[in-house]
């Protein structure tokens, strides 16, 4: 994909973000970046069934690469029904591959905001269900 | 003839009222977009660039004939934590098509935040024929004036290595220890969440904070962006700026302040307004700022 078709694919992503908005009833909410560097965006995370995940959104604000890349990685978790433990190995030098390595350049963080900021979600909402149920028993949601 | 000179040189000098209007000290350090405007097409003599934090802006449109200049990319030197040596500030320039006479105006995004650091890596290479397109890149789009996707080509300029001189303008943490122990002034011009101590982690990026929130002891709070308008970007006026400055934070003309944030970013905005607008004389960029001293070992901070 030249650059320019990278950058074509960003700003449409920028323009008409998927699951954008804060998700009712969202068991995490997660905040991650910076609004005065970069970006910053909230996770906003519904667990499913068995380590799956139901549902996504986020919201934020920031430059082109940030907002884009969140808006990338939701439609692509959630196209492709990945579960907890698949999203925790997403690879963030395969994430900025797909994003498009010559338009992103060195800002790497930004583009990878939206996938850190959502393995915390998974990770912090793993805890709060370890400590919730501390001896293991299964949870409604199975998480 | 005639009549269209002198048409013309009153709208220069209408333009200039708009900027002396304001009553800054150093008024030349700012155009108008309509200065810009009606100097896109003098690339002999000038060169518009653009340098923004969100660095796709430039691709998806930017001023005709302007450059883009990016401070991750282009200024930085990300393995020694410095900016670059004058031979590849030299190269920069050279490929720009730009001489050590180009006059340089600077505009962005962000309300100029990285066009006024930009011009002030600029400065450290001793190139001093810059200036700041008042209002950015956000006035210029508000007034509906010509962008374009097209990236200009100018003919290679062959800049001479410059000499860099850091020490006017720029602060490390060994000159703000001294300025401490004199009780020089000091200016934070992040958020009051960073200064007070209260937003220290992100998430997931540990890199970019620090160990310790707070602030540099004695250091006055005043967020960079203060310094504009926020209808329209442009800087207020030198009497408004005085009251955020010496009314509420107690600087004052004569002393030698070092202004300071998290990597000396919004610091370089503020050195800006305070060296160009209000005219300070001695005022120093201290770029190492919170990610340097918030982390620095024994290095004393308030909360």
């Known amino acids: ?143 | 003839m005639c009549a269209r000179i002198a048409d013309m040189l009153g709208e220069e000098r209408a333009m200039e009222q708009e900027i002396t209007a304001k009553g800054y000290a150093h008024p030349e350090a700012l155009v108008t977009t309509q200065w810009v405007a009606e100097h896109l097409e003098d690339t002999e003599n000038f060169r518009i660039v653009e340098s923004d934090e969100d660095v796709l802006l430039y691709d998806i449109g930017h001023i005709p004939n302007a450059v883009k200049i990016d401070w991750v990319e282009d200024l930085n030197d990300p393995i020694l934590r410095d900016y670059l040596d004058p031979e590849h500030f030299a190269e920069l320039m050279s490929e720009k098509g730009i001489t050590p006479e180009t006059k340089v105006v600077f505009y962005g995004d962000k309300n100029n935040w990285w066009a006024t650091y930009a011009l002030w890596v600029f400065q450290l290479f001793g190139h001093e024929n810059v200036v700041v397109m008042d209002g950015g890149r956000k006035k210029w789009e508000a007034e509906g004036r010509p962008m374009t996707q097209e990236v200009p080509s100018f003919p290679r300029a062959d800049y001479p290595i410059p000499e860099r001189d850091d020490a006017k303008i720029r602060a490390f943490k060994q000159n703000v220890e001294k300025h401490l122990e004199k009780r020089g002034p000091l200016v934070d011009v992040r958020s009051p969440g960073e200064y007070s101590g209260e937003l220290l982690h992100m998430p997931d990026y540990p890199q970019e904070g620090a160990l310790r929130g707070g602030h540099i002891p004695g250091a006055a709070n005043v967020p960079w962006a203060r310094a504009v308008r926020e209808d329209d970007g442009s800087f207020k006026s030198a009497g408004e700026l005085r009251e955020i400055y010496e009314g509420e934070a107690g600087l004052s003309e004569g002393e030698d302040v070092i202004a300071y944030c998290r990597i000396g970013e919004r610091s370089s905005h503020t050195w800006f307004v305070l060296k160009y607008l209000l005219g300070y004389e001695n005022v120093r960029n201290y770029d190492g700022s919170w990610t340097e001293w918030g982390n620095a070992v024994r290095a004393p901070i308030e909360r």
């Open chain 1, 1 to 143: 994909m030249s650059r320019q078709r990278q950058i074509a694919v960003l700003v449409e992503h920028y323009q008409n973000p998927r699951h954008q908005g804060v998700l009712e009833g969202a068991d995490v909410a997660m905040p991650g970046g910076n609004a005065d560097c970069g970006g910053s965006v909230v996770i906003y995370l519904k667990a499913g069934e068995e380590g799956g995940i139901r549902s996504l959104s986020f919201t934020g604000q920031g430059d082109i690469i940030s907002q884009a890349a969140t808006s990338l990685i939701l439609e692509q978790v959630l196209n492709d029904g990945l579960t907890m433990d698949e999203v925790l190995a997403l690879d963030y030098d395969a994430f900025v591959d797909n994003v498009g390595r010559e338009a992103v350049g060195s800002r790497t963080r930004n583009a990878t905001l939206g996938l850190s900021t959502l393995k915390s979600a998974v990770r912090k909402y793993r805890k709060e269900m370890l400590l919730a149920d501390p001896v293991g028993e299964p949870s409604p949601n199975g998480g």
